[in-house]
Structures are given as structure tokens and as C-alpha cells.
């Protein structure tokens, strides 16, 4: 299975881009991991937030297949454990998916379209991170999740 995780817009900020590279490095030790971002949308100005959802969203659904699962890191999503989230992992792994997709979307959230493609919801947390921050927030959980499943020590309860 293949792991990955699409985020909309770069990111500057090296200290983002080091854990990014770090975690991804370690997190493709147990799974094919790959990290992509979709460019910023040019002059977001002049768009309305829903255009701006809609734009992003045509270029979301460009990137999937039809066998692909799509997991919306969503503020409405599905809290787990970081235990719990390694038996999801696992549980996908068992299935015999070929890619698991997980998304961060825009500022303004996702279009009506990627939501409705959408297999799940999964929330990082109650609390709001930026766009930026969740990434490596994110990959590490994966990280994390995978050494929980090969009972390693870099979890502890």
C-alpha cells in the first residue's frame, strides 16, 4: 500500500520543510510514503471563498483514481488515539488498498466535490493549526502509528 498525504500550497518555513523531510524519511522505512503539494491558486483575490473551494477541489479530484481512498483531514473528522490510529492504519493495510490518500485542504476548507468523493474524515484534534503546521504534525502521527504496529519503543502509553 501506498501512503499519501496532499496538501494545497507551499510552505517557506524551513523548520516545516526539515520535519516534513525527517518524518518522511522515517515513516518510508515501513510504507511507500509520498508527500505532494498542489500550488497555491493564482489571484485569490478577486475569487469568493467558494470559488476558491471549488478551483482547489477540480485540481484535488485531477490527482485521484477511482481506486484510491480519500481520508479529508477534516475538523469534523473522526478523533482517534494515536493506538487507534494504528489499528486504522492497520486495518487499511489488511484490506488490500493500493493507495490511502489523506488531504489537507485550503484555508477555506474543501468543495462540496471532494467532500462528496471523500471515504472518511479524520480530525487531528479540536484545537486549529494552520495549514502549514499540520503537515509534520500529521506525518509523525503516521510515523508513529507505524512503530506502534511493530511494537517499537518511540510510543509510550
Request: no cysteine.
Amino acid at each position: 500500500m501506498t501512503i499519501k498525504l496532499i496538501a494545497i500550497g507551499k510552505t517557506d518555513s524551513k523548520a516545516i520543510i526539515e520535519l516534513i523531510e525527517e518524518y518522511s524519511k522515517r515513516l518510508n522505512f515501513y510504507v511507500k510514503f509520498e508527500f505532494e503539494v498542489i500550488p497555491d491558486l493564482k489571484n485569490t483575490k478577486s475569487l469568493s471563498a467558494i470559488l476558491q473551494k471549488e478551483k482547489e477541489g477540480e485540481m484535488i479530484l485531477k490527482k485521484l483514481v477511482p481506486s484510491d481512498e480519500l481520508i479529508l483531514l477534516d475538523e469534523r473528522g473522526k478523533s482517534y488515539s494515536s493506538m487507534d490510529f494504528s489499528v486504522f492504519l492497520q486495518k487499511k493495510m489488511n484490506s488490500g488498498l493500493k493507495q490511502l490518500i489523506f488531504l489537507i485542504g485550503g484555508p477555506y476548507g474543501f468543495s462540496d466535490e471532494v467532500y462528496a468523493r471523500a471515504n472518511g474524515k479524520l480530525s487531528i484534534s479540536k484545537m486549529t493549526f494552520s495549514h502549514q503546521m499540520i503537515r509534520p504534525f500529521f506525518i509523525e502521527q503516521l510515523y508513529r502509528g507505524f512503530t506502534i504496529l511493530r511494537n517499537e519503543p518511540y510510543h509510550h502509553e
